[in-house]
């Protein structure tokens, strides 16, 4: 029987198992350079776990002022921010807070108003608390917090109604 000698790898060229062998580890390292730079520019924010969802609240001006919500007068958990907006006589507005599991949202809306009419003025500012408070089953407490500089009367139907009147 006539034996032929062969390499140590049966038959394969070394030369071209250590190309391909450094091109593999090459395109390995080459690949996780690539994914870190797309990570640092498109990161990924953390998600709360939960079902997202909100509650809204109103405001009704039942008052002879003009109430008005500059743009960078709104800060917090809105659903969707608000543009700055008047509130006239007779008018109302709906906010809607942003709320998650196991989460306590506060909205701030800071207003102002602004009377001149035959001798009587009134001015004044006033800020607005909105909070929702949501556990495991929900929404557990839904308040509404009122800070007042300036002569204005408000009522609530319930305390722990979501709808505020503003009244002269």
Do not use: W
Not at 18 to 25: A, D, E, N
Not at 102 to 122: A, C, E, L, P
């Amino acid at each position: 029987m006539n034996l032929t000698p062969r390499d140590e790898l049966n038959g394969i060229n070394k030369t071209s198992f250590g190309i391909v062998l450094v091109l593999f580890i090459l395109t390995v390292i080459a690949s996780r350079i690539f994914n870190r730079i797309a990570q640092a520019e498109n990161p990924q924010p953390d998600s709360p776990i939960g079902i997202a969802a909100s509650v809204g609240f109103n405001v009704y001006n039942e008052s002879i002022f003009t109430l008005t919500v500059p743009a960078n007068g709104l800060f917090g958990d809105f659903e969707r921010k608000p543009p700055g907006h008047t509130i006239p006589p007779g008018g109302s507005y709906n906010y809607q807070v942003s709320t998650n599991l196991y989460k306590t949202s506060i909205v701030n809306i800071y207003y102002s108003y602004d009377y001149r009419n035959v001798g009587q003025t009134r001015i004044g500012n006033f800020v607005l608390d909105l909070i929702v408070d949501s556990g495991a089953l929900g929404v557990k407490l839904k308040s509404m917090r009122m800070y007042i500089t300036g002569p204005i009367n408000y009522y609530r139907e319930r305390s722990n109604s979501t709808s505020l009147y503003i009244r002269n």
